[in-house]
């Protein structure tokens, strides 16, 4: 069992209902931990339309998540 | 000299960043700025909410403006973003370039405001006269205008 400490922004926050939480999970990586979080708060964009950042990094969906990783999902940017 | 990308909370000082581009060998200065539009897809916009993840943020827009240096011959490169909420008209994000002549400034301030709406983990909530609202790209509700 990882406790991570998970971010949110723009439309995760609103859908999680907090910008941050402390999270316990049986998911090793960030692709797995995203399938739990869209069953827990009806997270609905695809994986595919998502980035990952790890520890404040962009990563593979791949990476496998350590013990008091700060991870952040990435909806569709709209900058400018 | 030295290059930028910073936020801001509150609104940008176009003047004053304007003399951050003044060197002796930039012969020409490009800037653009991003306003708040009052439209889009046939929608009235009241106003407009920036979110940003401004620690990745900040490190993306870093290297953009680094890549702009590195591959164009120009002298300066700055950019500054605002967050939170703005009112129609405002500017919501500025960039300035200076450089030798004026192909190296316009196509890397294009190069940077391209790929900053690409890349950098910025969020836009569009809030419309109807009383409703929605993120930009993220909403995916079938037959929505802000989907993608």
Known sequence: MLTLHLHYFAIFREQAGKPSEKHSTHASTAA??????????????????VKVAINQEFCDWQQRLESGDHVAFIPPVAGG | MLSSFKFSIDAIDVARLQDNLSHPSAGAVVTFEGRVRNHNEGQRVVRLEYEAFIELASKEG??????????????????VHRTGLLEIGE??????????????????????????KQRVPIWKKEHYDSGNSGWIHCDTTPNNPTSL
């Open chain 1, 32 to 49: 797995e931990l995203y399938t739990e979080l869209q069953q827990l708060y009806d997270f609905k964009l695809p994986p595919s339309q």
């Open chain 2, 62 to 79: 870093q290297r953009i403006i680094d890549e702009a240096l590195k591959h164009h011959t120009i002298v300066t490169a700055h950019c």
């Open chain 2, 91 to 116: 500017v919501a994000v500025w960039i300035g370039v200076s450089a030798g002549h004026r192909g190296a400034a316009f196509d890397a301030c294009r190069y940077i405001i391209d790929q900053l």
